[in-house]
């Protein structure tokens, strides 16, 4: 089986920064997507950045100029600078792999890691 691990989040105020990364491991044949979806209270879980092999990262308009996402093997990271009040919320890894015992591609959920940020 795969399995995503999140670090990285925490407290900080208004305008600071943080580092997530979500390292994959496991079973893996390869990997097509990585991506970090955020969720705050009461909303939908929305797409943060997604980065793919030989695409431009993506990224959702409110984080853009902000946020980079980047990936080195089996890990993706997302670099939050400038961070407001309305970036609050839990931040979880996607991964889209071939892996286990699966011959079909199998989309995977970390179990987030929350990002406070205070005005």
């Known amino acids: 089986q795969v399995h995503l691990v999140e670090s990285g989040g925490g407290l900080v105020q208004a305008g600071g920064s943080l580092r997530l990364s979500c390292a994959a491991s496991?079973?893996?044949?390869?990997?097509?997507?990585m991506a970090w979806y955020c969720q705050a209270s009461g909303r939908q879980r929305e797409l943060v950045a997604e980065?793919?092999?030989?695409?431009a990262p993506k990224y959702a308009d409110s984080v853009k100029g902000r946020f980079t996402v980047s990936r080195v093997k089996n890990t993706v990271y997302l670099q939050m600078n400038s961070l407001k009040p309305e970036d609050t919320a839990m931040y979880y890894c996607?991964?889209?792999?071939?892996?286990?015992?699966?011959?079909?591609?199998?989309?995977?959920w970390g179990k987030g890691t929350p990002v406070t940020v205070s005005s």
């Open positions: 496991g079973s893996i044949l390869s990997i097509n997507h």
């Open positions: 980065i793919r092999s030989a695409n």
């Open positions: 996607n991964v889209g792999a071939y892996g286990g015992s699966s011959s079909l591609p199998m989309d995977y």
